[in-house]
């Protein structure tokens, strides 16, 4: 069992900047990949970015690319997403997720979420 807390929403303008925390607790943190998804509303969820056990390999969604970085500490048992140049269409609930596997652009791929942390951009 994974247990997952999101931190570090909010609003912010256009342009703006935000870090978002995932902090994991229960099994192993070097043990999971961890992945980033976002639901705005009346959207499906989606995927933003995902990272390796190590922290060496990531992958993100075409929409982030240049913007956002997925980065974690093992020591802290924590996965971040920078998210930089933030666009109103970034809004959405941003949500963490564990897998003992590689990581997945889908979100079945996923065993374990968090609560989510609302983000909101303003134009």
């Known amino acids: 069992q994974v247990q997952l807390v999101e931190s570090g929403g909010g609003l912010v303008q256009a342009g703006g900047s935000l870090r978002l925390s995932c902090l994991a607790s229960g099994r192993t943190f070097g043990s999971v990949s961890m992945g980033w998804f976002r639901q705005a509303p009346g959207k499906e969820r989606e995927f933003v970015a995902t990272?390796?056990?190590?922290?060496?390999?990531?992958s993100y969604a075409d929409s982030v690319k240049g913007r956002f970085t997925i980065s974690r500490d093992n020591a802290k048992n924590t996965v971040y997403l920078q998210m930089n140049s933030l666009k109103p269409e970034d809004t959405a609930v941003y949500y963490c997720?564990?897998?003992?596997?590689?990581?997945?652009?889908?979100?079945?791929?996923?065993?374990?979420w968090g609560q989510g942390t609302q983000v909101t951009v303003s134009s």
């Open positions: 997720a564990a897998t003992p596997y590689g990581g997945s652009w889908s979100s079945a791929g996923y065993d374990y």
């Open positions: 990272i390796n056990r190590s922290g060496g390999s990531t």
